[in-house]
């Protein structure tokens, strides 16, 4: 594997963003994920890997409560975010999910403007003070988004329009509007081709900078380009959970291996 | 593996005999799929006769009731019977009934056929019997508006009575009105030669259209128009409750409704609600509105409650239908930037969703428009006489018929002239009809959008 080029591993210790304690996910009778156990730290790239159904967007979606929305999935165990439970009671899942946002494996980005679909977020939070200043955030989030440029002059033109990794880069930029601590990822190139997922992947690059991204990939060459960390899922089991390097290098576990160099999944 | 890359036993393929030459199986596919488009066309064939045959029927029927026969007469409006006094006093014109009239238009009648030339050997009262009774209740009504014309002549287009209208379109005939007493070979004879001098006039009237039922006697004088206002009247109402009682419920019940067997429960009712014959709803509206609130009867309130209920189930369906069809994608989206479920909801699925919840309520008001059994049974086919509601609430209140109602109730009447209007009326309640579905149509081609 050639074409493995790994990053450069920052490995001094970071402050833990969210702990998993023994998470466990039911849909109905159906134990999906079973006592996980994962710590993501913060200003870091975490790739969850593993063969489909194993449950990684499972849990990725347990980290912002988006499985709330699914009426008979129920979540045991703890996730702390910044040491605080995020499945309290008191926890209101809405103010949890400003705080981690979330890009989904379809591009979605809401049939209005492409100002507007930026904007949404900074609005229904009152992240703005006035018009000027919602029009910096929105030209913030584009730039983060890396697609300021390519924009800038049809803000007005809706978001559906674009190119499906426009699409892309618009939804991450959304989600990086709200000013988000922890950004999920769930397979964000699944649907681009390989010149918008290597855009995609240098954004996710720059954005380790501000924030702790979680990111659910099918490609091992994706999580070994972007991550600095990485899970690896099965059959509901969180199997191994470290460095990247140390993952596709000298992995501990055998399903791993045997993952990793094509023999499962 | 080993099994799939064996070839053949005696090395002959399943698929032998040439390309260009269709085997017998695949030529009788090919023949099974040519029935099948034959069947398909001559089923669309069927229907659109039976269209045709619907519309040339309804038009031939019903145009006639747009045209109306004329008689011009030159009125004397005598002071000596209108204002003995002379005092203009209106209390005192007003005392004067349709029967102080008669005499005058008598007299115009007999001044009219005597100034044309025409020798006839009928009396006067025959002669002045070619007109419609609501003759000296017109000249009345512009006498009471217009007391300073007393002492003047006017001239008036009068309503001729139905026979002679009916021959005037070719209904009535010489033969056929052997057995008539209202009409005699005489008096079409005295008909041809006013028609001659163009006294007489076939011309479209739009009384038919804007005008107020007529008693059974009258059957030129029948309009649709109060009618119409007490449907739309109904429409309002309709509209007003069942558009946000529906949309709310479905919204509740696509969005945020626990899945448990009561709103199962509550879901196979609303769709067998939807199936339940009007005339249910019609003996509801009359047990429940009526006898148990006393709402008054034959009111366009209680009328458009009853179809709100039948409605309610139609826009319900559909509305749902419509918020289903949203893709969760955008759901997810909003809840992902932090939306709250009504947010998410109220911001991005129902805008999406709006074209096909408009085309669902436009389509259950039509259907609602159209619907006659409930109305009989809380009487709103009353025999409505006046003329234009004068306020909102009185539109609401006062008792009403609707549409389809006062159709039902022309085509009960005895006289073939109301049978006539039953179709002309037909013909206004489905050019409502189509423009409704019309609107429809172009506001889910527009406000569709592609996502």
């Known amino acids: ?265 | 593996m080993s099994d799939i890359s064996q070839t053949p036993e005696n090395g002959s393929s399943k698929h032998a005999g040439s390309l260009l030459t269709p085997n017998p199986r695949t030529i009788k596919r090919n023949n099974a799929e040519k029935r099948f488009q034959v069947y398909g066309i001559a089923a669309i064939a069927v229907g659109l006769l039976m269209l045709v045959v619907l519309v040339t029927t309804i038009l031939g029927k019903g145009v006639g009731a747009y045209s109306q026969t004329f008689i011009t007469l030159d009125v004397e409006l005598l002071e000596k019977k209108l204002d003995k006094k002379g005092t203009r006093n209106i209390d005192d014109i007003k005392k004067v009934t349709t029967f102080g009239y008669s005499p005058l238009i008598k007299n115009a009648f007999k001044t009219k056929v005597a100034e044309l030339g025409i020798e006839t050997d009928l009396k006067l009262k025959k002669q002045a019997a070619l007109l419609s009774k609501s003759a000296a209740g017109q000249l009345r009504n512009y006498v009471i508006a217009n007391p300073d014309m007393i002492g003047e002549t006017v001239t008036f287009r009068f309503l001729t009575n139905s026979r002679v209208d009916g021959y005037m379109k070719g209904r009535v005939s010489r033969d056929s009105i052997a057995n008539d007493k209202s009409v005699s070979s005489e008096q079409l004879d005295l008909v041809d030669e006013l028609v001659a001098k163009g006294t007489i006039k076939k011309t479209f009237n739009i009384d038919f259209i804007l005008g107020a039922d007529a008693s059974d006697q009258r059957p030129e004088a029948a309009g649709m128009g109060v009618s119409m206002l007490g449907s739309l009247s109904m429409m309002f109402v309709v509209l007003g409750l069942a558009l946000p009682i529906g949309v709310a419920a479905s919204i509740y019940l696509e969005e945020f409704a626990p899945q448990n067997w009561l709103t199962d429960i509550i879901e196979v009712n609303i769709s067998n609600l939807a199936a339940v014959p009007s005339i249910v709803f019609g003996i509801l509206g009359l047990a429940v509105f009526i006898n148990y609130m006393h709402l008054p009867t034959s009111a366009p309130l209680v009328g458009g409650l009853v179809l709100t209920l039948m409605t309610l189930p139609t826009i319900i369906i559909s509305t749902r239908a419509s918020l289903k069809s949203v893709p969760p994608s955008i759901r997810d989206a909003a809840l992902g930037v932090g939306a709250s479920k009504m947010q998410a909801v109220f911001h991005h699925v129902l805008p999406l969703a709006a074209p096909g919840i408009l085309t669902g309520t436009i389509i259950g008001l039509a259907q609602a428009l159209g619907e006659t059994a409930p109305l009989l049974l809380i009487g709103m086919v009353g025999f409505i006489a006046s003329n234009a509601p004068d306020s909102v609430a009185s539109g609401l209140l006062d008792p009403n018929s609707a549409m389809p109602a006062q159709i039902y109730e022309w085509a009960k009447r005895a006289d073939p002239a109301f049978y006539e209007r039953a179709w002309g009326g037909i013909i206004i309640l489905l050019v409502f009809l189509v423009t409704m579905n019309t609107v429809a149509v172009i506001l889910r081609r527009r406000f569709e959008r592609r996502w």
Not at chain 1, 168 to 181: D, G, K, S
Not at chain 1, 192 to 204: K, N, R, S, W, Y
């Open chain 1, 1 to 265: 594997m050639n074409d493995m080029t790994l990053v450069e591993r920052d490995v001094e210790t970071r402050k833990t963003k969210i702990s998993a304690t023994d998470v466990q996910v039911y849909y109905g009778e159906t134990h999906a994920i079973k006592d996980v156990n994962v710590e993501i730290e913060e200003k870091t790239v975490t790739a969850f890997i593993g063969p489909s159904g194993c449950g990684k967007s499972t849990f990725l979606r347990c980290l912002n409560r988006m499985n709330d929305t699914i009426d008979v999935c129920r979540v045991q165990g703890k996730i702390l975010l910044d040491g605080e439970n995020i499945y309290d009671k008191r926890v209101d899942p809405v103010q949890l999910r400003a705080k981690v946002g979330m890009v989904f494996q379809k591009p979605n980005p809401f049939p209005k403007s492409i100002y507007d679909n930026v904007a949404y977020g900074p609005r229904i939070h009152g992240l703005a003070r006035d018009k000027a200043d919602l029009d910096d955030i929105v030209e913030k989030s584009l730039r983060r988004g890396a697609i300021w440029n390519e924009v800038k002059d049809r803000l007005d033109a809706p978001g559906t329009g674009l190119s499906g990794g426009q699409q892309q880069r618009l939804c991450i930029a959304r989600a990086v509007a709200t000013e988000p601590e922890v950004l999920l990822m769930d397979e964000p190139c699944s649907a681009l081709d390989p010149i918008a997922t290597a855009q995609v992947e240098e954004l996710i690059d720059e954005l380790r900078q501000s924030y702790s991204v979680v990111i659910v990939t099918h490609s091992m060459q994706q999580a070994a380009r972007v991550s600095q960390k990485t899970a690896f899922f099965h059959l509901g089991n969180l199997v191994e959970f470290g460095e990247t390097g140390q993952i596709f290098t000298n992995p501990r576990d055998p399903r791993t291996e045997s993952y990793i160099t094509g023999r499962i999944g």
